[in-house]
């Protein structure tokens, strides 16, 4: 193999090289390219999940003033409760008072 043959065949074998390491890069960066459309989906995607922490934050939120109201009331139900079954105590007291002392008044 004289000097050109040699110098022809490198260009040669350089040359396929360049254009596989070219075709290499243009087929990874085919297959790695995102899409506008893949970009405006994940764009409503994340849009989409945006709102819907923001209804979980508010029926969260609501939630809690809900319990704090029904809370608020079950104390308040449950001290006209203990009110009532002090006033009915006291009630039959009074009724064993005036019951003991209509017999006392019989007797006599």
Do not use: K, P
């Amino acid at each position: 193999m004289n000097r050109t043959e040699f110098i022809v065949t490198t260009a040669i074998i350089l040359f396929v090289a360049f254009c596989l390491g070219w075709f290499a890069h243009w087929l990874i960066h085919r297959f790695t390219r995102v899409s506008q459309a893949d970009m405006d989906q994940l764009e409503r995607m994340s849009q989409e999940l945006h709102e819907a922490e923001e209804t979980r934050d508010q029926a969260i939120t609501y939630l809690q003033q809900r319990e704090a109201e029904l809370t608020n009331q079950l104390a308040q139900t449950e001290a006209e409760l203990s009110a009532a079954m002090d006033g009915l105590r006291e009630a039959r007291r009074e009724a064993e008072e005036y019951r003991m002392y209509a017999e006392r008044q019989g007797r006599a």
